[in-house]
């Protein structure tokens, strides 16, 4: 049962970059598959913000695009999400899972908060 | 962007009885389409992908269908635990999710 884990932290100041880790368990990265961010704001749908493939190839919601930058660390099984100038829409509980078009196996979710 | 609509909002439903939620799609998608079920406080679940294939472990009661723009979930036996919110989320082009269905006791 492959296991995601987000972490980072739960408040972020306005304008300042939004930094969350995903490790993963019982699966290595390296193996293969797309691992990819979805974002969901409270009360509200999911949205897809980006997936990157183990060889570090990425494809980005063209909407968060020029904010984003999504990497891997194969060596850490692990891999992490940037988002940069962030504003309160940015709030949101933050998930990582496996995939880029159907999504298999989720992260129980971190919850961000951009406030001052 | 591909638009992902779903009906109805909320749907409300007894226990034992069939539930039937639509998601259609501002353009083709093919079969590119997936299910997730969402529980409050929960990561979303994939039920189906492929338009009609159930992911692993999902109950028999949980079936997709449809093609193109138009897709349906039913369900066709309510039990305790499936109610929850419902999305569908296309990947025929960079992924889209419906605003979901949220089923609710009758």
């Known amino acids: 049962q492959v296991q995601l884990q987000e972490s980072g932290p739960g408040l972020v100041k306005p304008s300042e970059t939004l930094s969350l880790n995903c490790a993963v368990s019982?699966?290595?990265?390296?193996?293969?598959?797309?691992w990819g961010w979805i974002r969901q704001p409270p009360g509200k749908g999911l949205e897809w913000i980006g997936s990157?493939?183990?060889?570090?190839?990425?494809y980005y919601n063209p909407s968060l695009k020029s904010r984003i930058t999504i990497s891997v660390d194969t060596s850490k099984n692990q891999f992490s999400l940037k988002l940069s100038s962030v504003t309160a829409a940015d709030t949101a509980v933050y998930y990582c899972?496996?995939?880029?078009?159907?999504?298999?196996?989720w992260g129980q979710g971190s919850l961000v908060t951009v406030s001052s | 962007e591909m638009v992902m609509t779903q009906s109805p909002a909320t749907l409300s439903v007894s226990p034992g009885e069939r539930a039937t939620l639509s998601c259609r799609a501002s353009?083709?998608?093919?079969?590119?389409l997936a299910w997730y079920q969402q529980k409050p406080g929960q990561a979303p679940r994939l039920l189906i992908y492929?338009?009609?294939t159930r992911a692993t472990g999902i109950p028999a009661r949980f079936s997709g269908s449809g093609s193109g723009t138009e897709f349906t979930l039913t369900i066709s036996s309510l039990q305790s635990e499936d109610f929850a919110v419902y999305f569908c989320?296309?990947?025929?082009?960079?992924?889209?999710f419906g605003q979901g269905t949220k089923v609710e006791i009758k």
């Open positions: 353009q083709s998608v093919t079969t590119n």
């Open positions: 492929g338009a009609s």
């Open positions: 899972a496996r995939g880029y078009s159907y999504l298999d196996y």
């Open positions: 019982d699966y290595s990265i390296s193996r293969g598959y797309y």
């Open positions: 990157i493939f183990h060889s570090g190839s990425t």
């Open positions: 989320q296309q990947y025929n082009n960079w992924p889209t």
